[in-house]
């Protein structure tokens, strides 16, 4: 594994926050706020101005999640459910302020300049907790001109804000339908203009950034011993979420700037993730009880884009170590790491990239991408990826020419779903394909490419020991011919290969190669291909 994860909780300490009135709009609570059954799935707390968006930042008892500490009964909230009712103009937040003070094993003051991210993940001391684990739906409004930069560094013993982003941590919870517009962010180590750090079980769909996000303060603290050790590793900088572990992303799409630290160059970036991997995570329990079985989360990105611009810059010596750390820049994903899925993903670039590969920077252990493009014209950049771990799965990524990413028959050959989930159109988007959907206040884009064959198919259960159902839809008669891989992309066995009438069926595979052996646990594909289409999806086999 690249550069590995450092552990951070939230403070449960006192935390006072100082908020300068000047020109700021105050906090206030849904409109819904009072309702009976507020915050319910059916009554969701109504998001609908700046005054809103402050109140929803500043009150983590509505983020959900646990809070404990030792010596102290753990803490559970409630996961609330958030619905954006109105386009909310954030451009009053270049004006903020708000000064945090924390006490416990030292007193620390520091100040936040613009907005406050939500799930703000802190830690003091051993005092642990979650980041936002509740559910936002943005419901295809616009949050416009947003404007946050990170606060200084302060001790190793505060590390506050060390995730950054709309939402600072995200867990467990769902983000869908958001649209952030023209965002100005500065920042350090995990930083994303959507979600700073999405952890296990995080869901992002159909959400999409558009502005510029920066590596900020490094040079001011280049001298001091204890802030080189806390930051010069485990940097990840996305255009839409800094780092993704155990969690799915899909159906989104980043149009950002993103300027590496000039001085260092101590970062992995992603035009879309600076860092995906997959993740055990133990269920929340106190630290002080005997954990409980663990969980484990594939990281998967697929149907996304990017469509910005990187600057990036080659890492700078460790002035301490005296050795240069391997950091990566890429199109679509700075730092592929274990257990990642990447499929039908697309880069746009809007200009040349400085130092950054077309996809993926390093491509690691048992990980897998494939169909996905990027454009070697406008990023000037004809190498895929810069290392790649020798059970890494590749298939079917390639660079092309700026006529052949405008085609739609690129994609539909690649088996891109241009029914419900992509478009192109000549006159949108400099003519790189773009996310069709649509909240329901939007509406649904026009038909133009559509696909007129539709084949879906999906497995039971999943995770699954020691079988699992494969079905399959089929909207025409058709040969079909159902073949299972593993991670390292060879063939486990063929396990149908007939004719089959239109309309649902499916078929058994017992876990079992073409010897009849039974296989191990891991991550395999199965392959459906018909007379029409190829769909290749994944799934788990836990023993």
Same mark, same amino acid.
């Given at each position: 594994?690249?550069?590995?994860?450092?552990?951070?909780?939230?403070?449960? +300490?006192?935390?006072?926050?100082?908020?300068?009135?000047?020109? #700021?709009?105050?906090? $206030?609570?849904?409109?819904?706020?009072?309702? $009976?059954?507020?915050?319910? $799935?059916?009554?969701?707390?109504?998001?609908?101005?700046?005054?809103?968006?402050?109140?929803?930042?500043?009150?983590?008892?509505?983020?959900?999640?646990?809070?404990?500490?030792?010596?102290?009964?753990?803490?559970?909230?409630?996961?609330?459910?958030?619905? #954006?009712?109105?386009?909310?103009?954030? !451009?009053? *937040?270049?004006?903020?302020?708000?000064?945090?003070?924390?006490?416990?094993?030292?007193?620390?003051?520091?100040?936040? #300049?613009?907005?406050?991210?939500?799930?703000?993940?802190?830690?003091?001391?051993?005092?642990?907790?979650?980041?936002?684990?509740?559910?936002?739906?943005?419901?295809?409004?616009?949050?416009?001109?947003?404007?946050?930069?990170?606060?200084?560094?302060?001790?190793?013993?505060?590390? !506050?804000? #060390?995730?950054?982003?709309?939402?600072?941590?995200?867990?467990?919870?769902?983000?869908?339908? +958001?649209?952030?517009?023209?965002?100005?962010?500065?920042?350090? @180590?995990?930083?994303?203009?959507?979600?700073?750090?999405?952890?296990? %079980?995080?869901?992002?769909?159909?959400?999409?950034?558009?502005?510029?996000?920066?590596?900020?303060?490094?040079?001011?603290?280049?001298?001091?011993?204890?802030?080189?050790?806390?930051?010069?590793?485990? *940097?990840?900088?996305?255009?839409?979420?800094?780092?993704?572990?155990?969690?799915?992303? $899909?159906?989104?799409?980043?149009?950002?700037?993103?300027?590496?630290?000039?001085?260092?160059?101590?970062?992995?970036?992603?035009?879309?993730?600076?860092?995906?991997?997959?993740?055990?995570?133990? &269920?929340?329990?106190?630290?002080?009880?005997?954990?409980?079985?663990?969980?484990?989360?594939?990281?998967?990105?697929?149907?996304?884009?990017?469509?910005?611009?990187?600057?990036?810059?080659?890492?700078?010596?460790? &002035?301490?170590?005296?050795?240069?750390?391997?950091?990566?820049?890429?199109?679509?994903?700075?730092? +592929?790491?274990?257990?990642?899925?990447?499929?039908?993903?697309? +880069?746009?670039?809007?200009?040349?990239?400085?130092?950054? *590969?077309?996809?993926?920077?390093?491509?690691?252990?048992?990980?897998?991408?494939?169909?996905?493009?990027?454009?070697?014209?406008?990023?000037?950049?004809?190498?895929?990826?810069?290392?790649?771990?020798?059970?890494?799965?590749?298939?079917?990524?390639?660079?092309? !020419?700026?006529?052949?990413?405008?085609?739609?028959?690129?994609?539909?050959?690649? %088996?891109?779903?241009?029914? *419900?989930?992509?478009?192109?159109?000549?006159?949108?988007?400099?003519?790189? &394909?773009?996310?069709?959907?649509?909240?329901?206040?939007?509406?649904?884009?026009?038909?133009?490419?559509?696909?007129?064959?539709?084949?879906?198919?999906?497995?039971?259960?999943?995770?699954?020991?020691?079988?699992?159902?494969?079905?399959?839809?089929?909207?025409?008669?058709?040969?079909?011919?159902?073949?299972?891989?593993?991670?390292?992309?060879?063939?486990?066995?063929?396990?149908?290969?007939?004719?089959?009438?239109?309309? !649902?069926?499916?078929?058994?595979?017992?876990?079992?190669?073409?010897?009849? @052996?039974?296989?191990?646990?891991?991550?395999?594909?199965?392959?459906?291909?018909?007379?029409? @289409?190829?769909?290749?999806?994944?799934?788990?086999?836990?023993?």
């Amino acid at each position: 594994m690249k550069n590995s994860t450092m552990k951070i909780g939230i403070v449960s +300490v006192l935390l006072i926050l100082t908020v300068s009135l000047f020109c #700021q709009t105050i906090a $206030e609570p849904p409109i819904n706020f009072y309702d $009976e059954n507020a915050g319910s $799935e059916d009554n969701p707390f109504q998001i609908g101005s700046l005054a809103n968006l402050r109140w929803l930042s500043e009150t983590p008892e509505v983020w959900g999640g646990s809070f404990y500490a030792p010596n102290e009964p753990l803490i559970e909230h409630t996961p609330y459910f958030f619905i #954006q009712t109105a386009d909310i103009d954030a !451009s009053e *937040t270049s004006e903020w302020t708000t000064d945090i003070t924390i006490i416990g094993f030292e007193t620390i003051t520091y100040t936040y #300049q613009g907005f406050l991210p939500i799930g703000r993940f802190m830690r003091m001391g051993n005092a642990t907790g979650n980041g936002f684990c509740s559910n936002y739906d943005g419901n295809g409004f616009d949050i416009t001109n947003l404007y946050m930069i990170n606060t200084p560094y302060i001790t190793p013993l505060s590390q !506050s804000a #060390q995730y950054y982003g709309f939402f600072a941590i995200t867990r467990e919870g769902t983000i869908k339908n +958001v649209n952030l517009k023209n965002v100005s962010f500065g920042a350090k @180590q995990y930083a994303g203009i959507l979600v700073g750090y999405a952890q296990a %079980g995080s869901y992002i769909t159909n959400c999409h950034a558009t502005g510029s996000i920066s590596i900020i303060g490094y040079n001011d603290n280049f001298n001091d011993i204890f802030w080189i050790f806390e930051n010069s590793f485990d *940097t990840d900088l996305g255009g839409l979420v800094g780092r993704a572990e155990g969690c799915i992303i $899909e159906n989104s799409s980043a149009g950002v700037t993103i300027i590496d630290d000039p001085y260092l160059g101590w970062s992995n970036i992603g035009g879309l993730v600076g860092d995906a991997r997959g993740a055990v995570k133990y &269920p929340p329990h106190h630290p002080d009880d005997p954990p409980p079985p663990p969980l484990f989360y594939i990281t998967e990105v697929r149907n996304c884009a990017f469509y910005g611009n990187i600057s990036g810059n080659l890492p700078a010596i460790h &002035p301490i170590l005296n050795e240069i750390f391997p950091y990566y820049k890429a199109g679509l994903i700075g730092v +592929v790491n274990e257990f990642t899925i990447i499929e039908n993903c697309i +880069v746009g670039p809007e200009g040349v990239f400085q130092n950054a *590969t077309g996809l993926g920077g390093f491509i690691g252990t048992e990980s897998m991408m494939s169909n996905s493009f990027w454009d070697i014209e406008s990023s000037g950049v004809a190498d895929m990826y810069s290392e790649i771990d020798e059970t890494a799965v590749i298939i079917n990524n390639h660079g092309l !020419s700026s006529i052949e990413m405008k085609l739609a028959q690129t994609y539909i050959d690649a %088996g891109f779903d241009f029914e *419900t989930i992509w478009d192109i159109n000549p006159e949108v988007n400099n003519g790189y &394909p773009f996310i069709n959907l649509r909240s329901p206040n939007v509406g649904i884009s026009d038909d133009t490419n559509k696909l007129d064959y539709k084949l879906s198919a999906s497995n039971y259960p999943n995770p699954f020991n020691p079988e699992t159902s494969i079905s399959f839809n089929l909207p025409t008669d058709s040969n079909v011919k159902i073949e299972i891989y593993n991670i390292k992309g060879q063939k486990v066995k063929s396990i149908v290969n007939e004719k089959f009438l239109a309309g !649902s069926h499916s078929i058994i595979w017992n876990g079992t190669d073409h010897d009849n @052996q039974i296989v191990g646990s891991g991550i395999y594909f199965y392959k459906i291909q018909t007379d029409n @289409q190829l769909i290749t999806n994944k799934m788990l086999l836990i023993k």
